[in-house]
């Protein structure tokens, strides 16, 4: 703030970094307050629909997974990712990772169904880009398993579920 002032790209990535010290030291409160003050800046420089933004959204998620506040995480997620659709093309690395991230938000959130829908096509994604024995297609794997064996044992009709969630084909 001292050497760039309170509206400067540097003090708003300089709030989001310390906030990222805060949210590693587990003071929540303090982490929660710089990511305000990192997005309150940058959103006056940059407005709503930038990465800088989607970047400040997504710490707000993590720092809301690690509360297990998962409405707070899903929606945080979801804003992030809806300025990076807008912002980078469909095929930029960035968003490789959005059902992926989703999915693991709605299965903490115990959302097996949603989980599902975002898993599955990760899993597909992770074993088309880089086959069977990359480290997060096996992880996509083992979570579609998770989900859809907490939907099995809820529901007991493995056909209609599969029928409905998932297109195997």
């Known amino acids: 703030?001292?050497?760039?002032?309170?509206?400067?790209?540097?003090?708003?990535?300089t709030y989001n970094n310390i906030?990222?010290?805060y949210k590693d030291r587990k003071n929540n409160i303090k982490a929660e307050e710089y990511f305000v003050k990192a997005y309150e800046c940058l959103r006056?420089?940059?407005?709503e629909k930038h990465p800088l933004i989607a970047e400040i959204y997504n710490n707000l998620a993590s720092l809301y997974v690690s509360q297990g506040d998962m409405t707070l995480t899903i929606e945080y997620l979801k804003k992030s990712y809806d300025i990076l659709f807008q912002v980078y093309p469909?095929?930029?690395?960035?968003?490789?990772?959005?059902?992926?991230?989703m999915g693991m938000a709605y299965m903490y959130a115990k959302d097996y169904y949603q989980a599902l829908r975002h898993l599955y096509p990760a899993y597909i994604d992770f074993l088309e880009e880089?086959?069977?024995?990359?480290s997060n297609t096996k992880y996509a794997f083992t979570y579609v398993y998770i989900c859809f064996?907490?939907?099995?044992?809820s529901k007991g009709n493995d056909k209609e579920i599969s029928d409905k969630y998932i297109d195997f084909n």
């Open 1 to 13: 703030e001292e050497s760039y002032g309170k509206i400067h790209e540097m003090t708003g990535v």
């Open 19 to 21: 906030a990222s010290l």
């Open 44 to 47: 006056m420089i940059y407005g």
């Open 90 to 101: 469909e095929s930029h690395p960035r968003l490789k990772r959005y059902n992926y991230d």
């Open 130 to 134: 880089n086959g069977p024995d990359y």
């Open 149 to 153: 064996s907490d939907i099995l044992q």
